[in-house]
């Protein structure tokens, strides 16, 4: 650990998605996907942490952390369980617990697609119809006019990357489609539809007369690729290509780009967003593999660096590299909108807050214009495949009795929220070898 303070400003918060947190709602994929057996320790989202029954508890433990700001997703299956027909109680839910974060000082950023979908939707054939996207743009439309005036900070989609690599190209999270064409269908809906949410966000709240300066983005999983021999090297150009670039191209630029159907057009011209959202975990090395169904390619962990329980290569560095390149490229305000570490006894996460924060802080002294920081995440929640065998919390979540425990990482972070800094007596109080 090293000394650092960030500049006045500069925000902090934590981030949730609706289904890793909430509980009780069978109505979306995630669901369907537990009932199915897919969860490596037959763990269920319909437990979670109960969120949706502990908002008020929840906000409490947001307040010991002292953030300024908090991300959470909306469950659109809960907002519109049948296509076209919208919940006024799940709205009000929302409302209610918004207006919590804001009455506690506490800045609501706003997911609207974090991994999961309503059952009709994915019933209808998901993001590989074209005419579907309609109805996301429809729940846009709807919760922007009923929490515009509560919301001015927007994500529409979390990690497309991740969501199109195992839910249509390893079939390996819902819908469970394998077919490399078809994510390549995917990713295009996903990048016209990002645009045409941006727009409807930006207008909705225009029109309305909402206060406050509006601000949309997506948060994109952005990892290192790197490779050792002259192969590796390339091959892990084209995964960077393939995983992110694509994306970061399409929804920032509007570029449709090879390979993606229609490819070599603008779907529009413009910037259509008003930051990066970067959720930054860890570095891969690219190796060749001599097999089709894995791409050709396979991530491994460098023997030299720490891990974190999952086995990720802990790799602090990283997130002031990809700030840097993604800010040399853009110009524009990046949101580190996820970073966090799966540690169930709490022995590397105080080191990793304090190393990737002083690497953010760095990269802000050399111009780099990172405005906010949100750590993955409030409590141990429901870690998609996983289950509840991962440990991202900042508290302790017993699933049993749901009684929720701080841990001295979130102390620790609960500090460096409130001063804006790491001072030599917290390195004292919370370094670890
Ligand atoms: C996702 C989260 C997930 C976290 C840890 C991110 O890719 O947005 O939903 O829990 O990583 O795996």
């Known amino acids: 650990m090293e000394k650092f303070a960030l500049p006045e400003g500069f925000l902090m918060g934590t981030a949730t998605a609706s289904v890793q947190i909430e509980g009780g709602d069978k109505n979306n994929t995630w669901y369907k996907w537990c009932e199915e057996g897919h969860i490596k320790d037959g763990s269920h989202c319909i437990t979670a942490c109960d969120h949706w029954n502990r908002v008020e508890e929840d906000t409490e433990l947001l307040k010991e952390l002292n953030v300024d700001t908090h991300r959470m997703s909306l469950e659109w299956s809960r907002v519109e369980p049948k296509p076209g027909i919208f919940s006024d109680e799940a709205i009000e839910h929302y409302r209610y617990e918004i207006q919590l974060l804001i009455k506690n000082s506490i800045i609501p950023f706003v997911t609207l697609h974090h991994f999961s979908e309503p059952l009709w939707f994915d019933e209808m054939g998901g993001w590989t119809k074209e005419e579907n996207s309609r109805y996301f743009l429809e729940y846009v439309q709807y919760v922007v006019e009923k929490l515009g005036d509560l919301v001015t900070d927007w994500v529409t989609f979390n990690e497309p990357n991740v969501y199109t690599k195992f839910g249509y190209i390893f079939g390996m999270w819902p819908p469970g489609k394998r077919s490399l064409l078809k994510s390549f269908k995917v990713y295009t809906e996903l990048i016209k539809t990002h645009i045409k949410a941006y727009d409807i966000i930006h207008s909705v709240r225009r029109l309305k007369g909402f206060k406050g300066e509006t601000k949309v983005g997506f948060a994109m999983h952005i990892r290192i690729f790197c490779g050792i021999s002259p192969v590796g090297k390339t091959l892990a150009k084209a995964v960077d290509y393939l995983f992110q670039e694509l994306y970061m191209e399409g929804m920032i630029r509007g570029k449709i780009k ?7 057009y603008r779907y529009c011209r413009g910037t259509y967003v008003d930051f990066i959202g970067i959720n930054y975990y860890t570095r891969n090395i690219v190796e060749f593999v001599f097999s089709p169904s894995s791409l050709f390619h396979s991530l491994k962990c460098d023997k030299e660096l720490e891990k974190n329980d999952l086995g990720w290569d802990i790799y602090p560095k ?12 853009y110009k524009l305000p990046i949101y580190i909108t996820e970073n966090g570490i799966s540690d169930k006894n709490d022995e590397k996460r105080p080191n990793f807050i304090a190393n990737h924060l002083a690497n953010v802080a760095k990269a802000i002294s050399e111009g780099i214009d990172i405005q906010r920081y949100y750590h993955w995440t409030l409590m141990d929640n429901f870690e998609w495949l996983e289950g509840e065998s991962a440990f991202f919390g900042l508290y ?7 009684i929720r425990t701080m841990r001295p990482s979130g102390k620790l972070y609960g500090m460096i929220c409130k001063e804006k800094k790491l001072t030599e007596e917290m390195i004292k109080e919370f370094q670890r070898n």
């Open 258 to 264: 090879f390979p993606l159907p229609k490819n070599g």
């Open 318 to 329: 990283g997130i002031y590299q990809v700030c840097k390149k993604y800010y040399e490229r």
């Open 396 to 402: 302790h979540c017993n699933f049993k009795n749901q």
